[in-house]
């Protein structure tokens, strides 16, 4: 589509932050003084249908997990939106339900830079000519947003939901039903939400890091936005990192080198054997020579997914901690889907067994059988991204795999018979 | 035009009405629900169905107790 050249709409009359310092430039806890001191106000003009071209130039992907183009998303909603009989406006719903156990970094956005977010949440409704919009957390997001909405008055439209704190109450379609309906379980993918989400109307879900990109892009323009991070992966992401050393959110440039996030975090990297990357539907990935992408080679990429990175210390078995993992995927399934619900319990049975003692070397067999026959087979991705996660562990701890078939664990000597 | 026959998983019971109505399709998973064969791009929840077996997949989705079937033309659906 058109490259954005002195046509762009925005009007561009401010730097933007420089440096990977770009969401939380406002410090912790802003309100909207400082909010608007740092990115000054949202434009007036040109924030319309115009900034599908400008998301879509800046490269702008959903840091909810997918990596989906965001203009993709905002185009499909305006299309169907034409497109139905009664042209019904848009509902248009900030994402920060944030499920992962592993990832804390929508809760920090939403306490320390709400007012980003809801510049984000306008911005998109303003390109889709957005009806209701919505901003659905869980509990420990709501007060700081509620509180930036009181200090606003262009945000009346703005309604807060509380999300449950479920695995899977993030999904897209989860939110959806979660708002109109009560239970945040998926709903069956037969129609996109852009068609027909929330009440039938096209509905628009934006994790809630990707709207306040939005905001920033709103403002300051793609070529701003792609000044960080490389062309496959442009600006920057929000990442929560975890691991002996403790938890550390930190907001590094697209494309960022693995070990260095793990420097990054002050992560002895000598001490780790293993990380965890997209979270508990990600990969394992050792060592640490990769890149995190959401698209590249799987031999030198991984896919970030909602920004998660987990070190694993060597005196912890690998094995263990994803039979650990995969027990939690299989008790959050929504139990809706027949494949998910009897099919992640299978899985997670055979992985404990692995885990703790089992020697039987069809086990490793039954788990990639039971892996195929559940993927694809779910209202939602949730089989699919467990799956990945029990495949990616049998690859990274193949030597222990080993070790565990012949009846010992290099992580713990002497405990096992 | 090729058909796909849609599984709703959010419905299905798993009985096996279907994977016997369509045997060159569908097999039976461990625990009774709808396997697709054959996979079209990875996809098994919407199932390739050509001509020659549009009348048993239309006769499957009439019959199915938990109205978890459907026939399209073409298949919708974000990945998130
Ligand atoms: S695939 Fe699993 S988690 Fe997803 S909707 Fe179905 S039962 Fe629920
Ligand atoms: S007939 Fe319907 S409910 Fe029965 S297994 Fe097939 S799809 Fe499921």
């Given at each position: 589509m058109t490259p954005v050249t002195a046509e762009m709409p925005m009007v561009v009359d401010r730097q933007g932050p420089s440096g990977t310092h770009r969401l939380f430039a406002a410090g912790n806890d802003a309100g909207l003084a400082e909010h608007v001191q740092t990115f000054g106000a949202l434009p007036s003009h040109g924030v319309d249908a115009r900034l599908i071209d400008v998301v879509e130039a800046s490269?702008?992907?959903?840091?909810?997990?997918?990596?989906?183009?965001?203009?993709?998303?905002?185009?499909?909603t305006v299309d169907a939106r034409s497109g139905a009989p009664l042209a019904r406006k848009p509902v248009v719903i900030a994402n920060g339900a944030e499920g992962e156990p592993l990832s804390f970094k929508d809760k920090a956005l939403l306490a320390h830079a709400p007012h980003l977010v809801i510049d984000g949440l306008l911005t998109a409704a303003r390109a889709v000519s957005g009806g209701q919009l919505f901003i659905y957390?869980?509990?420990?997001?709501?007060?700081?947003?509620?509180?930036?909405?009181?200090?606003?008055?262009?945000?009346?439209?703005?309604?807060?939901?509380?999300?449950?704190?479920?695995?899977?109450?993030?999904?897209?379609?989860?939110?959806?039903?979660?708002?109109?309906?009560?239970?945040?379980?998926?709903?069956?993918?037969?129609?996109?939400?852009?068609?027909?989400?929330?009440?039938?109307r096209p509905t628009l879900v934006l994790n809630?890091?990707?709207?306040?990109?939005?905001?920033?892009?709103?403002?300051?323009?793609?070529?701003?936005?792609?000044?960080?991070?490389?062309?496959?992966?442009?600006?920057?992401?929000?990442?929560?990192?975890s691991g002996p050393a403790g938890d550390r959110l930190l907001e590094v440039a697209g494309d960022a080198g693995l070990g260095d996030v793990l420097s990054s975090a002050?992560?002895?990297?000598?001490?780790?054997?293993?990380?965890l990357v997209g979270g508990y539907h990600g990969r394992w990935v050792r060592p640490m020579d990769y890149r995190l992408s959401p698209t590249g080679p799987a031999s030198h990429t991984v896919r970030p997914g909602a920004g998660v990175v987990h070190a694993l210390p060597d005196s912890v078995c690998g094995l263990e901690t994803t039979a650990q993992i995969v027990g939690y995927l299989a008790n959050e399934s929504a139990k809706q889907?027949?494949?998910?619900?009897?099919?992640?319990?299978?899985?997670?049975?055979?992985?404990?067994?692995?885990?703790?003692?089992?020697?039987?070397?069809?086990?490793?067999?039954?788990?990639?059988?039971?892996s195929r026959m559940v993927t694809g087979r779910g209202a939602c991705h949730h089989p699919d991204g467990t799956a990945q996660l029990v495949g990616s562990a049998l690859e990274a701890f193949s030597a222990e795999v080993a070790a565990h078939l012949a009846g010992t664990c290099s992580k713990r000597m002497g405990r096992r018979s | 035009m090729s058909?796909?026959?849609?599984?709703?998983?959010?419905?299905?019971?798993?009985?096996?009405?279907?994977?016997?109505?369509?045997?060159?399709?569908?097999?039976?998973?461990?625990?009774?629900?709808?396997?697709a064969k054959r996979a079209?791009?990875?996809?098994?929840?919407?199932?390739?169905?050509?001509?020659?077996?549009?009348?048993?997949?239309?006769?499957?989705?009439?019959?199915?107790?938990?109205?978890?079937?459907?026939?399209?033309?073409?298949?919708a659906g974000f990945g998130q």
């Amino acid at each position: 589509m058109t490259p954005v050249t002195a046509e762009m709409p925005m009007v561009v009359d401010r730097q933007g932050p420089s440096g990977t310092h770009r969401l939380f430039a406002a410090g912790n806890d802003a309100g909207l003084a400082e909010h608007v001191q740092t990115f000054g106000a949202l434009p007036s003009h040109g924030v319309d249908a115009r900034l599908i071209d400008v998301v879509e130039a800046s490269g702008l992907t959903g840091r909810g997990g997918a990596a989906f183009a965001s203009w993709r998303k905002i185009a499909a909603t305006v299309d169907a939106r034409s497109g139905a009989p009664l042209a019904r406006k848009p509902v248009v719903i900030a994402n920060g339900a944030e499920g992962e156990p592993l990832s804390f970094k929508d809760k920090a956005l939403l306490a320390h830079a709400p007012h980003l977010v809801i510049d984000g949440l306008l911005t998109a409704a303003r390109a889709v000519s957005g009806g209701q919009l919505f901003i659905y957390a869980t509990d420990a997001g709501l007060p700081a947003v509620e509180r930036a909405l009181a200090q606003r008055h262009d945000s009346r439209s703005v309604r807060l939901v509380a999300a449950p704190e479920t695995f899977i109450s993030g999904e897209a379609s989860a939110v959806v039903n979660g708002i109109a309906n009560g239970p945040a379980l998926p709903t069956d993918h037969r129609r996109r939400l852009s068609e027909s989400g929330f009440k039938g109307r096209p509905t628009l879900v934006l994790n809630v890091e990707t709207l306040a990109h939005m905001a920033l892009i709103a403002r300051y323009g793609s070529a701003w936005f792609r000044t960080e991070g490389s062309d496959r992966d442009p600006g920057t992401r929000l990442v929560s990192v975890s691991g002996p050393a403790g938890d550390r959110l930190l907001e590094v440039a697209g494309d960022a080198g693995l070990g260095d996030v793990l420097s990054s975090a002050d992560i002895d990297t000598s001490s780790i054997q293993a990380v965890l990357v997209g979270g508990y539907h990600g990969r394992w990935v050792r060592p640490m020579d990769y890149r995190l992408s959401p698209t590249g080679p799987a031999s030198h990429t991984v896919r970030p997914g909602a920004g998660v990175v987990h070190a694993l210390p060597d005196s912890v078995c690998g094995l263990e901690t994803t039979a650990q993992i995969v027990g939690y995927l299989a008790n959050e399934s929504a139990k809706q889907c027949g494949p998910c619900m009897f099919g992640l319990p299978a899985m997670a049975r055979v992985l404990n067994s692995l885990a703790y003692g089992g020697r039987d070397p069809q086990l490793v067999r039954e788990l990639g059988r039971l892996s195929r026959m559940v993927t694809g087979r779910g209202a939602c991705h949730h089989p699919d991204g467990t799956a990945q996660l029990v495949g990616s562990a049998l690859e990274a701890f193949s030597a222990e795999v080993a070790a565990h078939l012949a009846g010992t664990c290099s992580k713990r000597m002497g405990r096992r018979s | 035009m090729s058909e796909t026959l849609h599984i709703d998983w959010t419905r299905c019971d798993g009985r096996g009405l279907c994977t016997e109505l369509l045997p060159t399709l569908l097999d039976r998973d461990d625990w009774g629900y709808p396997l697709a064969k054959r996979a079209t791009n990875g996809d098994r929840s919407n199932v390739a169905v050509r001509p020659a077996h549009s009348e048993a997949a239309r006769e499957a989705v009439h019959l199915c107790p938990k109205m978890a079937l459907s026939l399209a033309n073409q298949v919708a659906g974000f990945g998130q």
